[in-house]
T-cell receptor, first 115, second 115 residues
């Protein structure tokens, strides 16, 4: 078990470009979460999946943000037409659903810089 | 609305001493769990301790313990015998059982252990 893996670790892009981040959860975990963390703030929930179903996406920041988990394994987070305000750390976490109080295991994050 | 407040942006403690980090939260839900996570510099967040809100007994994990006051919605973390490796950002968070268990985080407390 290698933990939650995120790729890339760093991404620099120009405003208006599209970016995609990947998250590989711990293999037996059925829940996967995406968070955004800006400087000086705690992580902010974006969306989550149980297996391949996206059960909550109302907290995605705008319609430019989308996420997928096509086979219930890895997940991708895409930001279209990036803006400077999208610069942040994007964190992925996974957990094994146990009926409540799941312990979430976090990846190291992808740091996005929009120029 | 679900909120978490960490009123101490920065704290320091001498090695081997004891320090307490404060956290208050607000929710109208009854079934939830509380967490403290540690984020060392440039590294991923890891779980420090977890508390079930329905349990009156305070959770302990080696040198880490909590003081959970449900009526006051307070959840402080005590670190005993502080070690240099405890230097990190500490985040208080809670999750609600019936809403997918996404975390609501505070803004964090940066703890520095001084040799």
């Amino acid at each position: 078990d290698t933990g939650v893996s995120q790729d890339p670790r760093h991404k620099i892009t120009k405003r208006g470009q599209n970016v995609t981040f990947r998250c590989d959860p711990i293999s037996e975990h059925n829940r996967l979460y995406w968070y955004r963390q800006t400087l000086g703030q705690g992580p902010e929930f974006l969306t989550y999946f149980q297996n391949e179903a996206q059960l909550e996406k109302s907290r995605l920041l705008s319609d430019r943000f989308s996420a997928e988990r096509p086979k219930g394994s890895f997940s991708t987070l895409e930001i279209q037409r990036t803006e400077q305000g999208d610069s942040a750390m994007y964190l992925c976490a996974s957990s094994l659903a146990v009926g409540g109080g799941d312990i979430q295991y976090f990846g190291a994050g992808t740091r996005l810089s929009v120029l | 609305a679900q909120t978490v407040t960490q009123s101490q942006p920065e704290m320091s403690v001498q090695e081997a001493e004891t320090v307490t980090l404060s956290c208050t939260y607000d929710t109208s839900e009854n079934n939830y769990y509380l967490f403290w996570y540690k984020q060392p510099p440039s590294r991923q967040m890891i779980l420090v301790i977890r508390q079930e809100a329905y349990k009156q007994q305070n959770a302990t994990e080696n040198r880490f313990s909590v003081n959970f006051q449900k009526a006051a919605k307070s959840f402080s973390l005590k670190i005993s015998d502080s070690q240099l490796g405890d230097t990190a950002m500490y985040f208080c968070a809670f999750s609600i059982t019936n809403t997918g268990n996404q975390f609501y985080f505070g803004t964090g407390t940066s703890l520095t252990v001084i040799p």
